[in-house]
């Protein structure tokens, strides 16, 4: 499995960004997605991820209500929608992909992974 992210940039607190990860493999939809993200200095943090199958979504508390994970397994792509950006969400964001359905936060259990995207949200 490859995976492709993007859709990172610069923005002003309070906007919005959606990232996207464009994964091959025939049996994404059977996978679960995460995204991660790693500020400088900071060890890297999960924050959000969605299950294989049935589509549950997770959310680490610091993005809970304004981070909307979501996937299209036609497209073989899974979004993350951020609303109401903070300076504190700059990081580089990666998406991940378990060869099975559950989702976990701890990213060592994640099998692949993309190559980063940068956010970066201005004050």
């Known amino acids: 499995v490859q995976l492709q992210a993007s859709g990172g940039g610069l923005v002003q607190a309070g906007g919005s960004l959606r990232l996207s990860c464009a994964a091959s493999g025939r049996t994404f939809g059977n996978y679960a997605m995460g995204w991660f993200r790693q500020a400088p200095g900071k060890e890297r943090e999960f924050v959000a991820g969605i299950s294989g199958s049935v589509s549950r979504t997770y959310y680490a508390d610091s993005v809970k209500g304004r981070f909307i994970i979501s996937r299209d397994n036609a497209k073989n792509t899974v979004y993350l929608q951020m609303n109401s950006l903070k300076p504190e969400d700059t990081a580089i964001y990666y998406c991940?992909?378990?060869?099975?359905?559950?989702?976990?936060?701890?990213?060592?259990?994640?099998?692949?992974w993309g190559q980063g995207t940068l956010v970066t949200v201005s004050s």
């Open positions: 991940a992909a378990r060869s099975v359905a559950l989702v976990t936060t701890m990213g060592s259990n994640y099998d692949y």
